[in-house]
């Protein structure tokens, strides 16, 4: 594979690996399963696929709670089956990007169960964040070190059998990092070059902005505001300095993408300056609504800020945009349409773009799940009150009527609605009307101008609630209004999500229009 800045304009396909394909049988996918699903990301188009955890893990965030940096669960193969799918997947054309957890570990990771055997104020414990409540930290009201809570929800703080705390922004599983501790540092950089020496394209970094806490641990307001004193730490970006220097010693071009939530652009361009971090994900779109206004303000906002973006509707952290766009619609089936519409505005402006597993199905958010079947720790901390992330990560349906459609001859670790009998990869290969079918069209004209497009877009002036922008030859408009709105002038429409009668574009639609230029 050549030696080109590949990530700056690649499509990017997240595979969340428990969900994907199952080889093995047992309900839970693994990198088996994907490897037998190569050619048909091939087919789709994409550039490169993101793998979410696959490492020893007893599970407690889905993987996101790592026991063992160096090794692969069973429960998704071997390190065998990961050397094998990178081949091949290098095989396929497709590179592999790999997620590392590094804001906390697993409490079954052996540095934390050796903390909570060493004594406070030992180096074991100095590895991860434990803290005393004194006279001084505590304010009578409250038992734990300082007033922080877990993103999912309850107390930042859990105590151990000799009254020291130690601290979690997520589940209590999680304990975080101490990463003003060299050794830390030192370790991680260990853990890039084992995945890097055995031939990677790069990382996903999880929880990107949160590694460093402020000095002294401040109280902050509930909720963590813009000044946290959790995420995005000045001192946060000479960690990405040194793993930027591992990535640019091994030959060819490994990225990394920072899992970085912000309030602002600035804020996400820093992660992105040259010595460090290749690009962050951008969320903002992911978390617009639909509206022409909304999608204009976060595309300026984006551009000025960010030398080398990156697009998302979708991840295994977020309700799935089809469902999300239909929310508070007349008709909530118009989700799909938005969706398809979306993409293509997403396909057209420069930079790179993440798609997420299903959405080339147009999957829906799966909201009825069973209570007992769900296992987000989001649900349990919340009590059932949030339904926390489940229903983005129902397995996905690849052929047959009944479930588990393909998935594997085990079952599904999640079950998935009879519904989706209509939706299976193998009926949508078939029908050219389907969202599968557009999707790989969509990625294919997104080939077939890549040489031509200037990094560059321009507005260009758009009637109602709709969008008009041009990069060189094309022209991509989008509708967020009501009622049809006049195309702009051009020679040919390439591609587009709807109806299109040449003139018009109706509601909910986007096209992707070629003009003489
Ligand atoms: C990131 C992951 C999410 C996980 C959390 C804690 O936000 O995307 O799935 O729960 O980090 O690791």
């Known amino acids: 594979m050549e030696d080109s800045p590949w990530w700056r304009d690649a499509v990017v396909y997240e595979i969340y690996v428990r969900s994907f394909a199952d080889a093995s049988g047992d309900g839970v996918g693994d990198l088996a399963g994907i490897r037998s699903r190569l050619p048909y990301l091939a087919a789709l188009g994409v550039d490169a696929i993101w793998l979410t955890p696959f490492y020893p893990s007893p599970m407690a965030d889905g993987g996101y709670d790592v026991a063992d940096y160096r090794d692969v669960d069973p429960l998704f193969g071997s390190l065998a089956d990961f050397d094998a799918l990178v081949a091949d997947a290098h095989a396929h054309g497709l590179r592999l990007m790999v997620d590392i957890v590094p804001n906390h570990s697993s409490s079954a990771h052996p540095w934390f169960q050796k903390a909570l055997a060493a004594p406070s104020g030992s180096e074991e414990r100095d590895r991860y964040m434990f803290r005393d409540v004194t006279p001084s930290t505590g304010d009578g009201a409250r038992q734990e070190p300082n007033n922080w809570v877990s993103v999912f929800g309850g107390p930042a703080w859990t105590q151990v059998a000799d009254g020291q705390w130690y601290l979690h922004l997520f589940a209590p599983e999680q304990p975080d990092f101490n990463w003003r501790n060299p050794e830390v540092r030192q ?19 999880d929880v990107a902005m949160g590694l460093i806490k402020a000095p002294g641990l401040p109280d902050t307001d509930p909720g963590f505001g813009a000044k946290s004193p959790t995420w995005s730490r000045p001192e946060v970006h000479d960690i990405y300095r040194d793993w930027r220097r591992v990535l640019d010693s091994y030959p060819g071009v490994r990225a990394a993408v920072g899992e970085v939530w912000t309030d602002s652009a600035e804020d996400l361009a820093l992660y ?4 460090e971090l290749h690009q962050s994900f951008n969320f903002a779109w992911l978390e617009a609504p639909w509206s022409a206004t909304a999608f204009r303000k976060v595309i300026d ?6 030398p080398a973006p990156t697009w998302v ?3 295994h952290d977020v309700v799935r945009h089809t469902t999300r766009y239909g929310e508070g619609a007349p008709d909530p089936s118009v989700g799909l349409a938005r969706g398809h519409a979306a993409l293509l505005a997403m396909l057209a402006l420069p930079g790179s ?7 080339e199905l147009g999957l829906p958010e799966v909201k009825n799940l069973p209570p007992e079947a769900r296992q987000d720790p989001i649900f349990f901390r919340s009590k059932g009150e949030v339904l926390g992330r489940d229903g983005c990560r ?3 349906p690849w052929s047959g009527t009944a479930p588990p459609y393909g998935f594997g001859t085990g079952g599904s670790w999640l079950p998935q609605p009879v519904e989706w009998a209509g939706l299976t990869a193998e009926r949508q290969a078939a029908d050219p009307s389907s969202t599968l079918a557009f999707y790989r069209r969509a990625l294919a004209a997104r080939r077939s101008l890549r040489e031509t497009l200037p990094d560059a877009m321009a507005w260009l002036e758009a009637p109602g609630d709709a969008l008009f922008f041009s990069r060189g030859p094309l022209i991509c408009a989008i509708n967020c209004g009501t009622d049809p709105v006049r195309l ?9 999500s709807g109806l299109v009668d040449g003139q018009d574009l109706p509601p909910d639609t986007a096209a992707w229009l070629l003009t003489a230029e």
């Open 488 to 496: 702009p002038p051009h020679e040919q429409v390439l591609i587009s």
């Open 313 to 315: 509707l979708s991840n």
């Open 394 to 396: 129902v397995p996905i």
């Open 272 to 275: 992105v300056r040259p010595d």
């Open 353 to 359: 773009a993440y798609l997420y597993q299903g959405e």
């Open 301 to 306: 906002e984006t551009l000025r800020a960010v």
């Open 187 to 205: 370790e991680f950089l260990d853990i890039l070059r084992f995945w890097l020496d055995r031939g990677i394209d790069g990382f996903r970094i």
